[in-house]
């Protein structure tokens, strides 16, 4: 497949005229942010006041001036060039594209919640008549690269075609401090988008941040950045590892409100569960269907030697101590369960796993005193279970460090960050490794890799009790976190993380293999449902129509590696050289080189 990266000669509108009104649209959409929208403090946000955006006035400011930016980059203006390394019209045409839709829902939400249109003030409709001028007149814009041979001309793959951009051109080499620091600036920007979603007061806003990040991202991706900086990520991967840490340490010092820090803790916990799967699913190949059994046996390890009063086992063990004892436990149980059934494959391994899953939870309840012996309590499990106490620091009071006050919640994500810090350790080393490798192997072709003298059940269950112990490491933390533990918080699937479904959905949608694949996938896994509330009814639904747009926009996942990407994205290499007729000359000359 041959494409060309020249632009489009056919237009909607004059070359000139179309960026000049997609300039002045992005302008007056930006100058509308500045008015009041409505004229009652009744719509979340505070949207009255004149000279001072606020809520969903702020998204639309920050929309309207990275299309600005785009559009006059378009100009040749120098330095703005720097921008759009890769595309010049589709990111300006995605970005007007998500300040209309968030402008669009913006005015929606103020005139469901207080009545109709009359609500709104003329800021709002400046604002929207920008968006509106700014997006069709970038629709004018020619398109970055033309339709390739084998698509037909049609408005819908035009219009297709007009977001898309050719990948960027090589960048200028920097000096490795300039190289550092823009990684460090890429992570801070990161950190203060994530923790504007986290704190969000309401429900209309975090819509609206939705849509401005989802446009956004893909603006600057269109545009080439995020390609450059994946180039310097991928080039000084120790710093970047050093640089995500960092951030991620920083988060609990900007949560003032101990819910948001507690969102961030359980992010960090199912993320690290996801990122265990990731080594069973993502390297080695093997569909688990209940992962999410291991996470309970850590847990429920930890809390019975952790000194709870209704524990039936009545002892307190060192927090070290439970640490290991629930990896022990769920390491035991990984091999217990992955020898007598990892010389499965397939589907019928995926039944099993699930079968597994789902005797775990009911076994647990029936170990009340009743029905079997008296080791977990049944339905009510182990709850008040003490908090940490660590060289004197109780993780369960607040503590102020650095004029910052951190509470128990905090307390506890930076703990888990350090458990983090260790999974994310043994997945980026093993997976560098020969067993790494040879995991690889066995998930593209296990007869090719048991051919080339891979002892494939051996790494296989390896795999599999790697995966258990890095979950029982997990729970043993998320039992203190959430103070009980109960066989209800360990299905197969619900409304409530964790679960396995929604395990597997982070490492799918995150990208399989990938060591930051599974992070973001579960980030946005967790982060959604927590914030929209009226989404828990659906989350399984939503999960599925989530899965199946990533299977036809981006199979390799969110995040994604090289091997995935050759894989189901077409190339301009064909899969197998042409066929070239052998002649006398060559065959003569094939026979005196023998």
């Given at each position: 497949m041959t494409t060309n990266t020249k632009p489009a000669a056919s237009a909607l509108i004059a070359l000139p005229a179309a960026r000049h009104l997609t300039t002045a649209g992005a302008a007056i959409t930006l100058i509308g942010t500045f008015l009041a929208w409505t004229w009652t403090a009744e719509f979340p946000g505070d949207l009255t006041v004149t000279g001072y955006p606020g809520g969903l006035q702020v998204l639309t400011l920050i929309g309207a001036a990275l299309t600005l930016l785009f559009a006059l980059s378009g100009y040749g203006i120098k330095g703005l060039h720097l921008l759009t390394p890769g595309g010049t019209n589709s990111p300006v045409r995605l970005a007007a594209l998500g300040v209309l839709g968030t402008t669009g829902y913006a005015i929606g939400a103020i005139a469901a919640k207080l009545g109709g249109v009359v609500n709104l003030e003329p800021g709002a409709w400046v604002s929207l008549a920008g968006a509106i001028i700014a997006t069709v007149a970038s629709l004018g814009l020619p398109s970055d690269q033309e339709l390739d041979d084998t698509t037909r001309p049609t408005p819908l793959n035009r219009l297709v075609n007009s977001l898309r951009a050719p990948a960027p051109t090589r960048a200028k080499e920097l000096p490795n401090w300039a190289e550092i620091l823009i990684i460090a600036g890429a992570f801070g920007v990161a950190l203060h988008v994530f923790t504007y979603g986290i704190d969000t007061d309401y429900a209309e806003l975090f819509i609206g941040y939705i849509i401005s990040v989802a446009f956004g991202f893909t603006a600057l991706t269109r545009a080439g950045l995020?390609?450059?900086?994946?180039?310097?990520?991928?080039?000084?991967?120790?710093?970047?590892?050093?640089a995500a840490l960092i951030a991620a340490f920083c988060f609990p010092f900007t949560q003032q409100n101990?819910?948001?820090?507690?969102?961030?803790?359980?992010?960090?916990?199912?993320?690290t569960v996801a990122l265990g799967l990731n080594v069973v699913v993502g390297l080695a190949g093997l569909l688990d269907l209940g992962y999410v059994a291991f996470l309970g046996v850590g847990a429920y390890?930890?809390?019975?030697v952790s000194g709870s009063p209704l524990s039936p086992v009545g002892v307190q063990f060192p927090f070290w101590a439970a640490v290991l004892t629930g990896a022990a436990a769920s390491l035991v149980f990984g091999v217990v369960i992955g020898a007598p059934t990892l010389r499965l494959r397939g589907d019928y391994l995926a039944?099993?796993?699930l079968g597994f899953g789902e005797i775990f939870r009911l076994t647990v309840n029936a170990l009340n005193g009743v029905s079997g012996p008296d080791l977990t309590n049944g339905s009510q499990g182990i709850p008040s279970i003490p908090d940490l106490n660590l060289f004197g620091f109780d993780f369960g009071t607040s503590h102020n460090i650095a004029g910052f006050t951190l509470g128990r919640s905090a307390n506890y994500y930076l703990l888990m960050l350090v458990f983090t810090a260790v999974v994310v350790l043994v997945f980026r080393r093993s997976?560098?490794?020969?067993?790494?490798?040879?995991?690889?192997?066995?998930?593209?072709?296990?007869?090719?890799?048991?051919?080339m003298g891979i002892n494939a059940f051996r790494l296989k269950l390896l795999a599999f009790a790697l995966g258990a112990t890095l979950a029982g490491l997990a729970g043993t933390v998320q039992a203190h976190v959430s103070y009980t533990v109960t066989p209800e918080q360990y299905q197969f699937a619900g409304s409530v993380p964790p679960n396995s479904a929604f395990l597997l959905a982070a490492v799918i949608l995150g990208g399989m293999g990938t060591l930051s694949g599974p992070l973001v996938g579960a980030a946005l896994l967790y982060l959604i449902p927590a914030k929209l509330q009226f989404m828990q009814d659906y989350q399984l639904f939503l999960f599925g129509i989530a899965l199946i747009l990533l299977m036809r926009f981006r199979p390799e996942g969110l995040v994604a590696d090289r091997r995935k990407q050759l894989e189901f994205h077409e190339t301009d290499q064909p899969d197998t050289p042409p066929d070239v007729p052998l002649t006398d000359q060559t065959a003569g000359t094939t026979k005196a080189g023998a």
């Open positions: 995020i390609a450059r900086i994946t180039r310097l990520t991928t080039k000084h991967r120790n710093v970047t590892l050093a101990e819910q948001y820090a507690l969102i961030g803790a359980n992010i960090l916990i199912f993320a390890a930890a809390a019975l039944i099993v796993t997976g560098e490794s020969r067993i790494g490798r040879a995991w690889v192997a066995i998930r593209e072709d296990e007869t090719a890799a048991t051919a």
